[in-house]
């Protein structure tokens, strides 16, 4: 069995002494993207054959406005030919054998890798992440699709058999426990069908990929929606149709369409023979997918994942400069539009002035404009409804409590929307600590007693990361014990909340923020794209 390895594209390149060579290949990947790729019609994809609609949808860059490319808008009648082509597919690929799935996985991640620097900048160019957050993120769909790949092979499909001694005696009836013949059992895991894959704009190479080789790897088939209204990433999306294409994924196991949710994502989520979701997304539209499968009375498998609202303890025997380090990335990291974001921070009375003092140093250094150039650390937002979100934030900070840093719009010269990264001090019981917002935006509280930050943190609906600065082993152990979040990290200076790594972290969330307790880059992510079968046999032939 292939050993995994994780792919750390830039790490591998700092440690080798060739950070040049790195910045040199994104640069000119990104002008090989903007010269060859963009500004044309891309098509959808149903059973390997392309499909267009009769209405559009332009896809603009969120760093310039300049235009992507136009794309399909998709109808609920495409979504059917779409769910019809992947339950055809689903006849044969569900009987392949598994091994054969694995080396189709690897297969793929090699093609990633291959075309890595050109997948990163498209993704900079699609949703304004820089070239670090862009590899990292490619590399995150490699190191999916291979981890996958090696779990299958280590449980050998998910097929167990076992043996039961028979007995030479016999009862006058049958009752449990009775003796009998030798039986022979075999329990064995089998793919559910269709899955509709529904995918989120602000990780839209790692998130599809990983979601959607759950799916494929396990046998089932799959209809894919990347996010195709308002924070569109519609072209990364159809860079991961032909990746898996060119692995030599046989037609309608993945097919490609893009629309709006309100058609494609509630055909998915109405249509009988689709028996399955996976979507990550906002905790509203997960939790409205599975009210209206009910309601309608329809059974269907729902694997999701619904954001969060994150916490970060920082207690008074905290190393400061490492949580200031960890948290400012966190937070404002991809303008933190990440579901693991750091949002909430809870400082201990007797360091919360040297801590703010330290973290506002720290994040005014950070550079705001054009994510293609290497020097920035913060790009655009994704659209206008964020800006909304954050200037919503911001009036509701200077009303009751203060803005530390930030709050303010940056004219960087492009026409994108651009933000000060932002720090407030609020009381605990504020709207803002419970609204999970996907800006650059976080709230700090004190807190005295330890026992106070763990009930502050844990005072909310959402669980999926949370983060702890301290020296003390005590309260390492008490936030391990008490924390209620599925991703918990201690004293972590590269990300107090953020960053989660396959095959090392299981990335899991809690109460709403997922709903299998079963997390990604696990050992038991794939379990839950089957069901379970138990096959007895009483050989009664020759």
Sequence with gaps: MTKFVNESTYKKYLESGHEAEFDSLFDKAVEKVKDSLLGGEFGMYIGGEKVSSHEKLTELSPIDGSKIGTFQKGTREIARRAVAAASKAFETWESTDYKERANWARKAADTFSKEKFDLSAVLSIENGKSRYESIGEVDEAIDFLRYYAGVLEKNKGYVYKNQSAGSSSKASAGFQGAPGRAESVTIKMRPYGVFGVIAPFNFPISISTGMSTGAIITGNTVVFKPSSTGNMTMLTGLKIYEAFNEAGLPPGVFNYITGPGSEIG???????????????????????????????????????????????????????????????????GFCGQKCSATSRVYVHADVKEEFIKRLVEKVSKFNVGNPLNKEVYMGPLISKGALEKYDGAVEEAKQQGKI??????????????????????????????????????????????????????NDIDYGLTAGLFSRRLSEIKRFFKDIQAGVTYVNREIGATTGAIVGLHSFVGWKDSGLTGKGTGSRFYLEQFMHEQSRSLIKLYR
């Design 266 to 332: 509630d055909e998915l989520v109405v249509n009988k023979d689709v028996a399955g979701i996976v979507f990550t997304g906002s905790r509203s539209v997960g939790l409205g997918m599975m009210k209206k499968t009910d309601e309608l009375g329809i059974h269907k498998t729902f694997i999701v994942e619904m954001g969060g609202k994150n916490p970060v303890i920082v207690s008074k025997y905290a190393d400061l400069d490492a949580a200031v380090a960890g948290i400012a990335s966190s937070a404002f």
């Design 404 to 457: 530390l840093f930030g709050g303010r719009r940056v004219d960087v010269g492009l026409d994108g929307i651009y933000v000060e990264p932002t720090i407030a001090e609020l009381d605990g019981q504020n709207k803002l600590y419970k609204e999970e917002l996907f800006v650059p935006f976080i709230v700090i509280d004190k807190f005295k007693r330890f026992e106070d930050a763990i009930n502050k943190a």
